[in-house]
């Protein structure tokens, strides 16, 4: 597996960085960087983001994410692979009526609420050319065609709800939900809220000031996943094909809060990209 870490980095600090690291501009203060995580290169770039944020009490980075790349035979062999949605759009369902129910959340995290009501949005172009896309929320919505796929090659694990466009019950749009198993993350999985950054509570004033990205209960593990998903093996991961995780993601502000993650068997990955089912990404999960 190759990984790269993407940035985008401001220009005022791009001459922190190698020479041998070509960017691209990114409008007129940023450069998207691209560097492979197991080079020297990447350490230097570590040491460039600390010396901005200590010495400098600046931002080095603004956007990033990580592109891992995988060989045949890497692919070939997976027990499982991570999920995820390309589209996200608003408004989410909250906003538009769906009930949640916050009686049991975490009193230190704030996760753990629970969709108590069919999901209700609004009308919109978020699956044209698509059978996937999910609110800013992180409720999911599919295609009828996804469905019908689900169904035709009996994929196990998953099921659907109904989705309300205002008052109307749709017939062809609806909410993609877990029935059957989650999985725990392994120990080995690194998590926190931006690379470089394992922040676990934000103890800085500000907007953000005494947020919990790793909950000390365990049900939250960080603001974000920076690794490869390591997931604990156990029976199931051959029962089913759809799965989440049990632990989850992201922080508590209201509308965008925590979420699990998703992952599928090989045989669901191979038959979605057989059958040309439009909006997931994958990556390799690793069992363990
Ligand atoms: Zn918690």
Same mark, same amino acid.
């Given at each position: ?27 007129? =203060?940023? #450069?998207?960087? !691209?560097?492979?995580? @197991?080079?020297?290169?990447? /350490?230097?770039? &570590?040491?460039?983001? *600390? ?52 009686s049991h959340v975490c009193e230190i995290c704030k996760s753990g609420e629970r969709q108590v009501s069919p999901l209700y ?12 896309? =999910?609110? #800013?929320?992180? !409720?999911?919505?599919? @295609?009828?065609?996804?469905? /019908?796929?689900? &169904?035709?090659?009996? *994929? ?8 309300y466009i205002g008052k109307r019950l749709s017939s062809d749009i609806f909410q993609l939900m877990v029935q059957g198993c ?107």
């Amino acid at each position: 597996m190759k990984e790269l870490l993407i940035l985008d980095i401001r220009k005022k600090y791009s001459y922190l960085i190698p020479n041998e690291i070509q960017g691209t501009a990114r409008g007129d =203060s940023l #450069i998207r960087i !691209e560097v492979d995580t @197991s080079s020297p290169m990447y /350490e230097e770039t &570590k040491r460039a983001n *600390l010396y901005v944020r200590k010495e400098l009490k600046a931002v080095f980075f603004f956007g990033w994410n990580y592109k891992r790349i995988y060989t045949e035979e890497e692919l070939r062999n997976a027990r499982l692979f991570k999920m995820s949605v390309r589209k996200y759009f608003e408004p989410c369902g909250r906003d538009c009526g769906t009930v949640y129910d916050t009686s049991h959340v975490c009193e230190i995290c704030k996760s753990g609420e629970r969709q108590v009501s069919p999901l209700y949005t609004r009308k919109g172009s978020y699956l044209n050319n698509r059978d996937v896309a =999910s609110t #800013i929320s992180y !409720e999911i919505v599919v @295609s009828k065609r996804f469905v /019908e796929f689900v &169904k035709d090659h009996s *994929l196990r694990g998953l099921t659907f709800g109904p989705v309300y466009i205002g008052k109307r019950l749709s017939s062809d749009i609806f909410q993609l939900m877990v029935q059957g198993c989650e999985l725990d993350f392994s120990e080995r999985s690194a998590f926190g809220i931006a690379p470089f950054d394992f922040t676990e509570r934000c103890s800085t004033e500000g907007l953000f000031y005494g947020e919990v990205y790793k909950c000390p209960k365990g049900d939250n593990l960080g603001g974000d996943l920076l690794s490869d998903a390591f997931i604990k093996d156990c029976d199931e991961i051959e029962q089913y094909d759809f799965f989440i995780s049990r632990q989850t993601i992201g922080v508590y502000r209201g509308l965008i809060n925590q979420r699990h993650i998703l992952f599928c068997s090989p045989r669901m990955r191979k038959l979605i990209i057989d059958n040309k089912i439009r909006g997931f990404d994958f990556e390799i999960a690793h069992v363990i």
